[in-house]
């Protein structure tokens, strides 16, 4: 690993032979080991970018990660960043991906501008939702972190910190463009461009609270192919108006959020609340909040998590006249799309162990969890798949272990 660090770091300095060759190279690795299963057969628990997904026989690739993040350092102002990971790929494959490589320039010491790969701050742990030794649980709750499809950001922020009285305050405005990577059920997987995305969060912090406000729109540049089909049977029956407001090209998909956390090194609770607009019956207006509280014991830490996702927009259209048979099929189809989502509650309790370091190994965490989550409305909430008239609650199991090194 070190021969291809210094590989990597000769190759930085050729590319810009004008910088001094003192350079300095940094490197860190993670790592994940998982194993999940859900107790209901034909049930899928899985985001909506993932084709794989955790069911009864259980999955041991859903949250196993490992990635390797390197930093060249020319001098005080400028370095370059890259982070590799090998994990599930949208179209169900277990394979490598980048995730980070940018650009940093530091002009001061509390001012830093980034330019090229990142990830956006659009939730609380968003930098940070595959690094399972620095979350709390073994996974974010989806009920908030699932509300964003898309992760990555190609483009430029900027983070700027300062004490005001007591409370350091943090801004980071972001804007660029992205790609959403949908699995597809016959195979393989589409792309959709993702445009005209900028936002900014704001972060304070006092003692052991941290509270944090931010905000982000971005456009979609491209028709799902699982709606395709009810589009141009819009537009074929005369109901062109109809298709536009239907359709996933064109939405603008505005997200708001706020988050709190205490941490005292003892006691812990976070909580955090989304908002997701929307312009199209594809995709539903929802509002998600979880509320996390935990207590170490010296190496243990029990956390207990309740969840709530709530649709806002109506799971009925009206848009197509039921006059007609054709009306009424066409009216039918797009209720369903618009109630593909549907109210969840969720509560999940877990215990972190933390192993103590050794070897290469800066730290290691096991951890275990219970989930029970709970579909309202006779839907299936943020499930990604479950049998025909299926009105129950699903409980799922995980067990993990996360390393630093």
Known sequence: ??????????????????????????????????????????????????????????????DSILGLQGTVRF?????????????????????????????????LSNLAIRAGLTRPPTFMFSDSVYLGYANT???????????????QMTGVDAVWSNNVGPV????????????????????GDQDIDVKDWYGLAVTGEIGSFTGRIGYHTKKYDGEMRSTQGIVNALVNAGYADVAKKVGFDGNKSPIFNVGVQYDDGSTFVISEYAKRSSERVVVAELSGAYLTVGHRFGSFAPYATYATLSVDSDRFTNLVPRTTPVGIALDNQLDGLAAGTSDQNSYAVGLRYE???????????????????????????????????????????????????
Not at 44 to 57: M, P, Q, V
Not at 384 to 404: C, E, K, Q
Request: hydrophobic share 40%; proline share 7%; net charge negative.
């Open 168 to 187: 350091k305050v943090t801004v980071q405005p972001y804007a660029g463009v992205s790609k959403l990577v949908l699995p597809l059920s016959t195979g």
């Open 75 to 107: 001098d005080d102002q400028w370095s370059v960043t890259a982070q590799g990971v090998v994990k599930t790929q949208p179209d169900g494959d277990f394979g490598p991906s980048l995730d980070w490589a940018y650009l940093k320039w530091q002009p």
């Open 1 to 62: 690993m070190r021969f291809r660090g210094s590989i990597l770091a000769a190759a930085v300095c050729a590319a810009l032979p004008s910088v001094s060759s003192a350079v300095d190279f940094h490197y860190s690795g993670f790592s994940t080991a998982g194993y999940s299963e859900v107790d209901k057969d034909g049930v899928l628990y899985r985001s909506s970018t993932n084709k794989e997904a955790i069911d009864s026989s259980g999955s041991v690739e859903y």
């Open 355 to 405: 192993l103590p370091a050794f070897a290469f190994l800066k730290g290691a965490v096991l951890k275990g969890q219970y989930d029970h989550i709970d579909p309202k409305d006779g839907g299936k909430g943020f499930l990604n798949a479950v049998p025909a008239g299926f009105h129950d609650s699903v409980n799922m199991y995980t067990l993990t272990a996360d390393f630093l090194f």
């Open 137 to 151: 649980w073994v996974r974010p709750p989806l009920e908030v972190y699932g509300i964003s499809p898309v992760y």
